[in-house]
């Protein structure tokens, strides 16, 4: 079962897939779109051009647990691709993945502006594996 995660944003939302088999994480990649609406046409796009069966969406839990405005908006955003694509949507406890993914990239010296094209597709990629580990 291929498998699609989200690290949803204002501005980029990250993108990660799975194989066919829903072992591993494969293509990560970042849609540069502000409109909620248009980001939810193009992932649905990708869900069917890839075989994708279901989505996994970060959902940024304050550090103490609760759900502050940016989880809503994950949220939000998770019931809008359930309609767009008919998929199961996860929700998935992403704290700390964007911290994660800059050390990541800082690691691998990646700054500037390779670093802000690239950190939502990673921080999207280490949903995905999250969630693929939870699974296996």
């Known amino acids: 079962m291929r498998i699609m ?3 949803y944003g204002d501005a ?3 993108i990660a897939v799975s194989d066919a ?3 591993l994480a494969g293509d990560a990649w970042t849609v540069h779109e502000p409109n909620t609406l248009k980001v939810a046409e193009i992932i649905a796009e990708e869900v069917k051009t890839r075989g994708v069966e279901k989505l996994v969406v970060g959902y940024p839990r304050n550090m103490d647990g609760t759900a502050g405005a940016r989880a809503e908006k994950c949220a939000a955003f998770g019931e809008l691709l359930r309609e767009k694509t ?3 949507v996860i929700m ?3 704290r700390r993945t964007t911290v994660d993914a800059h050390r990541i990239l800082s690691d691998n010296n990646r700054r500037g502006k390779k670093r802000k094209n690239t ?3 990673v921080a999207a990629t280490l949903i995905l594996e999250g969630y693929l580990n939870s699974i296996s």
Do not use: C, F, Q, S
Request: net charge negative.
């Open 12 to 14: 980029r939302t990250g």
């Open 5 to 7: 995660a989200l690290d």
């Open 21 to 23: 088999m829903g072992i």
């Open 119 to 121: 950190v939502d597709a």
């Open 86 to 88: 008919g998929l199961e």
């Open 92 to 94: 998935w406890d992403e």
